[in-house]
């Protein structure tokens, strides 16, 4: 009797995450006095984790002085790093760093595009310096590929002749975001880019921001206080306070259930365009100044904030927990699975009159 040979089953092999970040902790040196002598240490970034998958958009949420920008400066080598570990496309950012190949990986995009648009060059001559200087293309190919990057971010051909301050600010960050995408990275930084436009414009930037995830294959870190903006362009949400990560998860079931309190306040923050509508209501108020980074609170660094704070709060430092059956909601609380918070932070909706 003849068998027949069944080839074995070959499971594609899983691409790595765009980023990883494990523990990463950033800290500034205080200097006072006319000496300047180092006298503390601000621990602006302390002790954060979250991957950012392939094709994704991560946003990083939370007020001033919760160390979101900062956490993206340190991805992109422009803040020190004085602990943990930081993976892009695969590799350490200390060897992205010393190879000289962290330019071509990761690229950040500022809320100001002045930041990085050269004022006295247009904006073709800009996109095409990066194209030469970094060599995607070869030289004689420079001057179409400018062409090509300016209309991938929506920008007419006739925009490669004017000059910054001839663009609106809309147009401004789509140069900023092409100019960006000139080294071809694959992970990009977006640090409160929209949060200076007009809500026609951040819906047009958001979109564009969702195209290049499925068309150029491009990895966002999207910094922003707007948790409208936030909801519909994220797959993913940290929420970060004092320092450290307070919340995270998947967009829907962040905003469907939070489980932290300072998540269901910056929802509840949010206004509604119709008060009528149905919508988050009575969130906790925030009763207190984020934490001195120099001084930090011993215990979980929301204490002073929460409503439901207790003696285990002011003492001991919540671990993250994964939440039953959801396995990336993470939460760091000590009474995210306590009855009464629970049914205190529940999702309110109230119907339209």
């Given at each position: ?118 004022p006295r060059m247009t904006i073709g001559a800009m996109v095409r310096e990066v194209v030469t200087v970094h060599r995607t293309v070869p030289r004689a190919d420079a001057p179409a590929r400018a062409e090509e990057l300016l209309a991938q971010v929506g920008l007419a051909p006739e925009f490669a002749d004017r000059y910054p301050h001839e663009l609106s600010g809309g147009q401004r960050q789509r140069a900023a975001i092409a100019r960006a995408l000139a080294v071809e990275p694959r ?167």
């Amino acid at each position: 009797m003849s068998t027949v040979d069944i080839p074995p089953v070959v499971t594609p092999p899983v691409p790595p995450a765009a980023v990883t970040v494990e523990d990463l902790q950033v800290h500034f040196p205080v200097r006072t006095g006319v000496l300047r002598r180092v006298t503390g240490t601000a621990r602006a970034v302390d002790g954060v984790s979250f991957t950012v998958p392939a094709r994704s958009v991560v946003s990083v949420v939370g007020e001033s002085g919760s160390g979101k920008t900062t956490t993206g400066r340190a991805l992109v080598g422009l803040s020190p790093v004085a602990a943990g570990r930081v993976r892009i496309q695969g590799r350490d950012l200390a060897e992205l760093r010393s190879d000289g190949s962290l330019p071509r990986t990761a690229q950040i995009v500022y809320q100001d595009p002045y930041a990085s648009l050269n004022p006295r060059m247009t904006i073709g001559a800009m996109v095409r310096e990066v194209v030469t200087v970094h060599r995607t293309v070869p030289r004689a190919d420079a001057p179409a590929r400018a062409e090509e990057l300016l209309a991938q971010v929506g920008l007419a051909p006739e925009f490669a002749d004017r000059y910054p301050h001839e663009l609106s600010g809309g147009q401004r960050q789509r140069a900023a975001i092409a100019r960006a995408l000139a080294v071809e990275p694959r992970f990009i930084v977006c640090d409160e880019i929209v949060s200076a436009l007009d809500v026609s414009v951040q819906g047009q930037i958001v979109n564009l921001l969702k195209d290049l995830c499925r068309d150029a294959e491009v990895s966002f870190l999207f910094i922003s206080h707007d948790m409208s903006v936030v909801r519909h362009l994220s797959d993913h949400v940290v929420v970060m306070y004092g320092g450290r990560v307070m919340e995270s998860g998947p967009g829907d079931a962040v905003f469907a259930a939070p489980r932290h309190p300072y998540t269901h306040s910056l929802l509840a923050a949010v206004p509604l365009p119709d008060p009528r509508a149905p919508g988050l209501r009575g969130g906790t108020a925030l009763r207190a100044t984020p934490p001195d980074p120099t001084d930090p609170p011993e215990g979980c660094r929301f204490q002073r904030s929460c409503a439901f704070a207790t003696e285990l709060c002011r003492t001991q430092s919540p671990p993250t927990t994964t939440l039953p059956g959801t396995g990336d909601h993470t939460v760091a609380c000590h009474h995210h699975d306590s009855t009464d918070v629970r049914t205190a932070l529940t999702t309110e909706r109230t119907a339209a009159p």
